[in-house]
């Protein structure tokens, strides 16, 4: 990688707005958004439900039109970065296809981008070998725990190597303890490959323990009230969620977003209030 | 369930029909006699029991194996089977085009939003119009050939495959579609990889349909058609005899059951092996 590669941010957002219209109505989701993400960086979202988190990583990914302002992913507009590839995605739910096998999943980009069978195959092992599922390539989704099925959208996010990975709540689903030991697993894959990550969550604790840096949203409209540097100690791990500087930061954290709500509470109208509650999540 | 399983259990059930059947003629039906001579008289009357509603089992299967006509020895059930052959021949082909059509316009209908709402008006409404009405304006148009009533069978084939594919092409989840976009997949893509195995068990469950209804639609274009040959043709005649020779109806009625059952089963053997791959519950 080049030392201008390297240096510049992996995304970069200027003033970026949404307006969502609804009929006679519209509804402001994003707001003046302006946020740089540097390459290897591990970056969580974080806001009440209807901040537009979501929204905004969608916008990252070219899924969502931004409204005003500019998203460019490695210098690139985001459509040319999408179209180039740029990004994997993980959402909330792991959207595998039931029809193929876990290895056949892993290898949908790879087939889609137009890589040789020989190719997708040696990558889906190594995938499988990252995430610790190599003894069910063969099995189908529907035969693994949810915890399970992410780890394989995880792997089939990272098979065509991006250098940037979205995921939007993608442990939200998961029981409270599974959701801990992905944490580790994803923090050991992301240190293992640099990759930048761009990760939307509503827990706390998650965002602490996963980031370098939380941004916390508020809502009506959807904008960014606080950048929070997160300076513990990696590798990160039990002793970690132990330490005190992990709970200052989670009550830093906390009072972040309690500020950011009340702020948004005086701003609002509650016709906005609620056209929002509707169009976004 | 095992095979021996299933087959005990169509056998017991078939018992039971026989049972019901010659049970409602014991309690109800005509006088029973053997070489003329009345041997149990029924202490009830119905009408739907008589030998003409109602003939006996053994006289279907009789009918079944004795010549058709004087003076031939082609049986019965021979030249019922001939005909069904030739039905199924005709339904399997008007099946094959309805499917091709069906998933062709739902394949259209998806793509392009202007030509779902430009034609689907004539689709529905296509499947008002009563079958024979319009079958004797295509055997007008194409002629009283075999090819009318495979356009007849199509005609009744394509629309529930239409309907089907449409609602399995629209069934996958829009984040499998947001990720197929983040891959910069191309529609055709889409279609291929995401959309067409999305939408196999609603196809299968189209085609199920369609089987039947292929069948249905080569019988009823028969009687117009003109075709000599045929199920269609053989009830229509069978028909005109029904009070001299009730027995030759109800064979031909118990085949043409036995064509759908079996082209049923076919659709079904595929459906299986195309829906191995699925969870359990999608091939039902």
């Given at each position: 990688m080049s030392e201008a590669q390297a240096t510049a941010p992996v995304v970069q957002l200027r003033g970026v707005g949404k307006t969502f219209a609804l009929g006679d109505d519209s509804t402001v989701a994003l707001n003046d958004i302006n946020l740089d993400i540097d390459r290897g960086e591990f970056v969580s979202l974080i806001g009440p439900s209807g901040c537009g988190k979501s929204t905004l990583l969608r916008t990252i990914g070219d899924l969502i039109e931004p409204s005003e302002g500019t998203v460019q992913v490695n210098a690139k507009t985001a459509k040319r970065a999408r179209l180039d590839r740029e990004y994997g995605m993980v959402f909330q739910a792991p959207v595998l296809f039931d029809w193929r096998t876990v290895e056949e999943n892993v290898q949908l980009p790879l087939e889609l981008f137009g890589q040789n069978r020989a190719a997708r195959t040696q990558r889906a092992v190594e995938m499988l070998e990252l995430v610790g599922l190599s003894d069910f390539a063969r099995h189908h989704p529907y035969q693994l725990s949810g915890g399970m099925q992410q780890r394989v959208a995880i792997a089939r996010a990272l098979a065509f190597s991006p250098d940037l990975l979205l995921m939007d709540e993608p442990f939200g689903a998961l029981d409270e303890m599974t959701r801990e030991r992905m944490n580790s697993e994803l923090l050991a894959i992301w240190e293992r490959t640099g990759i930048t990550v761009v990760f939307v969550t509503h827990s706390i604790p998650e965002a602490v323990f996963l980031s370098s840096r939380v941004a916390v949203m508020s809502a009506r409209p959807g904008r960014i009230t606080h950048l929070i540097e997160v300076d513990l100690e990696r590798p990160r791990g039990l002793a970690t969620r132990e330490s005190p500087r992990y709970f200052e930061l989670i009550t830093t954290v906390r009072e972040a977003l309690r500020t950011g709500e009340g702020r948004a509470d005086d701003m609002s109208t509650s016709t906005e209030r609620t056209a929002a509650e509707g169009g976004i999540g | 369930?095992?095979?021996?399983?299933?087959?005990?259990?169509?056998?017991?059930?078939?018992?039971?029909?026989?049972?019901?059947?010659?049970?409602?003629?014991?309690?109800?039906?005509?006088?029973?006699?053997?070489?003329?001579?009345?041997?149990?008289?029924?202490?009830?009357?119905?009408?739907?029991?008589?030998?003409?509603?109602?003939?006996?089992?053994?006289?279907?299967?009789?009918?079944?194996?004795?010549?058709?006509?004087?003076?031939?020895?082609?049986?019965?059930?021979?030249?019922?089977?001939?005909?069904?052959?030739?039905?199924?021949?005709?339904?399997?082909?008007?099946?094959?085009?309805?499917?091709?059509?069906?998933?062709?316009?739902?394949?259209?209908?998806?793509?392009?939003?202007?030509?779902?709402?430009?034609?689907?008006?004539?689709?529905?409404?296509?499947?008002?119009?009563?079958?024979?009405?319009?079958?004797?304006?295509?055997?007008?148009?194409?002629?009283?050939?075999?090819?009318?009533?495979?356009?007849?069978a199509t005609y009744l084939s394509f629309f529930p495959v239409t309907i089907a594919m449409l609602r399995g092409l629209r069934s996958p989840d829009p984040r499998a579609l947001e990720l197929m976009r983040s891959y910069a997949a191309s529609r055709r893509a889409v279609l291929w990889k995401l959309r067409l195995p999305a939408s196999l068990p609603y196809l299968f469950t189209a085609l199920k349909i369609t089987a039947t209804a292929s069948i249905v639609g080569a019988i009823v274009g028969e009687g117009p058609g003109g075709i000599r040959y045929g199920l269609g043709r053989a009830i229509l005649f069978f028909s005109q005899q029904y009070t001299i020779a009730p027995e030759k109806l109800w064979s031909a009625i118990l085949v043409t059951a036995a064509l759908g059952v079996i082209f049923f089963g076919i659709v079904r053997l595929a459906e299986l092996f195309a829906l191995r791959r699925w969870p359990e519950g999608f091939a039902a």
């Open positions: - | 369930m095992s095979l021996v399983g299933r087959v005990a259990i169509f056998v017991g059930f078939v018992a039971i029909i026989l049972v019901l059947w010659e049970g409602a003629k014991v309690v109800g039906g005509d006088p029973w006699r053997v070489d003329g001579e009345v041997v149990w008289d029924p202490p009830l009357k119905f009408s739907f029991a008589s030998d003409v509603n109602l003939p006996h089992v053994w006289e279907v299967w009789a009918a079944m194996i004795a010549p058709l006509n004087a003076g031939t020895t082609e049986s019965l059930g021979a030249y019922l089977f001939w005909q069904a052959l030739y039905t199924w021949r005709e339904a399997a082909i008007g099946f094959a085009l309805g499917a091709a059509i069906g998933v062709a316009l739902a394949v259209a209908f998806v793509h392009f939003g202007f030509f779902e709402r430009a034609v689907s008006p004539y689709v529905i409404a296509s499947q008002t119009i009563p079958i024979v009405a319009l079958a004797p304006m295509i055997v007008f148009f194409v002629g009283q050939t075999m090819t009318s009533v495979v356009i007849i």
